[in-house]
């Protein structure tokens, strides 16, 4: 069946005519909706969108359909846009230039151009309506946290798993004589077929619930944050991690800027940052100190912690 398609130029030959001039000129649908999809593309706000699936099935966009006639062409027209835009503006401006293009490459008329705007993507279009500041939303940061408690019991769920195929398959090569050796499989289920009572069963039973209660809340249990947040504008979402170690290090490097301090360490809590310090001299007065010093590292927490001095001779 031939491909459905529009005559440009087609008449009977005069006698006389050059062979060359005769015959007819066919533009198949495909070339207009080729050109009709490229002339969209080449207005700025139009996007193509699609996946591997929906190139297979002809549904990406944007994508025109044609009803085409004796040196006319109706389209209609499905594409995507770069949000926000102004939908009539560039509707004129897709419209204005698909015309132009298909009458400039195939002398063919469009008698009518719908434009359906099918899908949208985030990105810089034009200004919107009344040049208002398009609203956006603050930056949601994730908290950074530890690895999940499960994480150990799912390796040993993945690595038997494998174990398991592992069996599986050389049972099949077996049965299929593939191989040679004693089935596991069948041995074992014929072993556990023989069992009976006995005293060892009551303590497997109570070890598999504890190892079940131990799974489970290792896989409910939430996990606990790594990083401290640093203050940011109030009313804002923390955006800047610390680690509790970098922290105290820089705690503990400016309680030792003190001059009647020798040495310091800083330990860090989820409610006291203590510093921990030898030094000589009176002990109320370096601790005074000490806490003056260590002020602005804290003040950069977006808690509000406790700060412990202990100070030793």
């Given amino acids: 069946m031939a491909e459905p398609g529009t005559t440009v130029r087609a008449r009977s030959p ?4 050059d062979p060359a001039d005769r015959g007819a000129l066919v533009i ?38 044609l009803s085409t006639g004796d040196g006319s062409v109706a ?7 770069r949000w926000p835009v102004r939908l009539d503006t560039l509707g004129a401006r897709v419209r204005a230039r698909v015309v132009d293009e298909v009458t400039r490459l195939t ?16 990105g810089l279009g034009e200004t919107p309506v009344d040049d208002e500041v398009p609203r956006t939303d603050p930056v949601r940061a994730n908290t950074p946290r530890a690895v999940p408690a499960a994480v150990p019991a799912a390796i040993v769920t993945a690595i ?8 599986c398959a050389r049972e099949l090569l077996i049965a299929h004589d593939r191989i040679g050796g004693a089935p596991w499989v069948r041995n074992t289920v014929e072993w556990a077929s023989r069992l009976h009572w006995s005293d060892w069963i009551i303590p497997a039973i109570v070890a598999a619930v504890a190892l079940g209660l131990v799974l489970l809340a290792a896989a409910l249990k939430p996990r606990p944050r790594t990083h401290l947040a640093l203050r940011t504008t109030p009313g804002e979402t923390p955006v800047v991690w610390t680690r509790p170690r970098d922290l105290a290090r820089a705690s503990s490097s400016l309680a030792r800027s003190v001059a009647a301090v020798q040495t310091a360490r800083t330990a860090v809590d989820r409610r ?40 030793r001779p």
């Fill in 107 to 122: 002398g063919l008329r469009v008698t009518d151009l719908n434009v359906v705007v099918a899908g949208a993507a985030p």
């Fill in 28 to 65: 198949r649908d495909r070339v207009v909706a080729h050109i009709v999809e490229a002339a969209a593309l080449s207005v700025p706000e139009v996007v193509r969108t699609g996946s591997s699936l929906t190139r297979l099935t002809g549904r990406d966009l944007p994508r025109a359909e």
């Fill in 14 to 17: 005069r006698p006389g005519e």
């Fill in 160 to 167: 038997g798993a494998l174990g398991l195929a592992f069996v």
């Fill in 75 to 81: 389209v209609t027209l499905y594409l995507a846009v």
């Fill in 272 to 311: 006291h940052v203590t510093v921990t310090t030898h030094a000589t001299g009176d002990p109320a007065d370096v601790d005074a100190t000490v806490r003056t010093a260590v002020a602005p590292v804290i003040a950069l927490l977006d808690d509000d912690r406790r700060v412990r001095i202990r100070t």
